[in-house]
């Protein structure tokens, strides 16, 4: 059995002071750094949106953070700008260890936006990752990191329909927690199979 643990979004714009802050973000830096010697392989991924990308309510006329509207491929939350290439709130928490094996980059595509670290929003563009895992001989996956109920949610449902047998370690995560959204998570990823851990 070989066991990865997946940093989701550890970055500056999703901690405390960021432009999209989960509260008690920056929390989980120490816990998930205290995981990682655990487990086989280590694994973080880094929303990294061009300016201007598609998820930003700046992008449409009219519209505020947090609104939804109907992008080709579905429903979608727009977002206050966030985690922009090359920026600040882009980056890594300071404070997170570096020694990774790979760095994941999603949400790069000007239309389309990318929670899943397997798949973007369109349910069908695959990032490489699963290939990457199954290549190496992963079988199992511990998930951690920003936010719980968009980012690690849509991780842990994707990984759990390719087969992966999926731990979600909710120490340490956090959530943005929108309209009922962690409830919904929890919802379903425990009927997907994705094992909750506190
Ligand atoms: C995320 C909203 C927009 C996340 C990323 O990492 O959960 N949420 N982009
Ligand atoms: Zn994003």
């Given at each position: ?9 550890v ?41 201007g ?100 949610r ?11 047998a ?5 120490a340490?995560c ?25």
């Amino acid at each position: 059995m070989t066991h990865a643990l997946i940093v989701i979004d550890v970055q500056n714009d999703f901690c405390p002071g960021g432009a999209l802050a989960v509260p008690g973000g920056d929390a989980v830096v120490p816990v998930i750094n205290g995981m990682m010697d655990r487990f086989d392989a280590v694994i973080l991924t880094q929303d990294w949106h061009p300016a201007g990308h598609s998820s930003f309510a700046s992008s449409h006329a009219g519209a505020s953070p947090y609104d939804m509207i109907d992008m080709p491929y579905g429903p979608q939350v727009l977002w206050p700008d966030h985690c922009v290439q090359g920026t600040d709130g882009a980056a890594f928490h300071r404070g997170l260890r570096a020694d990774g094996d790979l760095i994941l980059r999603k949400g790069f595509r000007p239309d389309i936006d990318s929670y899943s670290a397997f798949f973007e929003n369109d349910r069908t563009t695959a990032t490489g990752l699963d290939g990457y895992l199954r290549t190496r001989g992963i079988s199992d996956l511990t998930l951690v990191g920003l936010a719980t109920d968009f980012c690690v949610r849509y991780s842990a449902v994707d990984a759990a329909k390719l087969g992966f047998a999926v731990t979600v370690d909710l120490a340490a995560c956090r959530a943005i927690d929108l309209d009922g959204s962690l409830t919904d998570a929890v919802a379903e990823m425990t009927s997907s199979g994705v094992r909750l851990l506190d």
